[in-house]
Nanobody, 126 residues
Framework: QVQLVESGGGLVQAGGSLRLSCVAS????????VGWFRQAPGREREIVGA????????YFPDSVKGRFTISRDNAKSAVYLQMNSLKPEDTAVYYC???????????????????WGQGTQVTVSS
C-alpha cells in the first residue's frame, strides 16, 4: 500500500510558477512510477507529466511540454512538478498517482495507476 500526499497548490497569476510536491509513504518508492494528472470542472482527468521509478524517463503531453518539468528524490520519497509560464487553462485540481513499475518504464494513462493522492487546487488568474 502506498499513501500519497500532494502540496504546493494555490493561486497564481498567468505567467507565474508553482511547484507541486507529492510525498509517499509505504513501500520502496523507487519501485514506483509516478504520474501527475489534473482535472478541471466538467473535463476528464488528463496527464500532465510522468516519471519512471529510477527517474530516468519522463513524459509530458504537448499541452505542457516546455513549461512543466518533473523530478523525484527517492531518498525523500518525493516527486515534484515544476510548473512555469502558467496559463488560466492550467486551472484544475492536480493529483499525483503511483504504480509499481521498475527501471525506466513509464505509465501515462490514469487506469494504469493504482494509488492516488487527494489532490491540490491550482488556480491561475488572467
Amino acid at each position: 500500500q502506498v499513501q500519497l500526499v500532494e502540496s504546493g497548490g494555490g493561486l497564481v497569476q498567468a505567467g507565474g510558477s508553482l511547484r507541486l510536491s507529492c510525498v509517499a509513504s509505504g513501500r520502496t518508492f523507487s519501485s514506483y512510477a509516478v504520474g501527475w494528472f489534473r482535472q478541471a470542472p466538467g473535463r476528464e482527468r488528463e496527464i500532465v507529466g510522468a516519471i519512471s521509478g529510477n527517474g530516468g524517463s519522463t513524459y509530458f503531453p504537448d499541452s505542457v511540454k516546455g513549461r512543466f518539468t518533473i523530478s523525484r528524490d527517492n531518498a525523500k520519497s518525493a516527486v515534484y512538478l515544476q510548473m512555469n509560464s502558467l496559463k488560466p487553462e492550467d486551472t484544475a485540481v492536480y493529483y499525483c498517482a503511483a504504480a509499481w513499475s521498475r527501471g525506466f518504464v513509464l505509465r501515462n494513462t490514469a487506469p494504469s495507476y493504482d494509488y492516488w493522492g487527494q489532490g491540490t487546487q491550482v488556480t491561475v488568474s488572467s
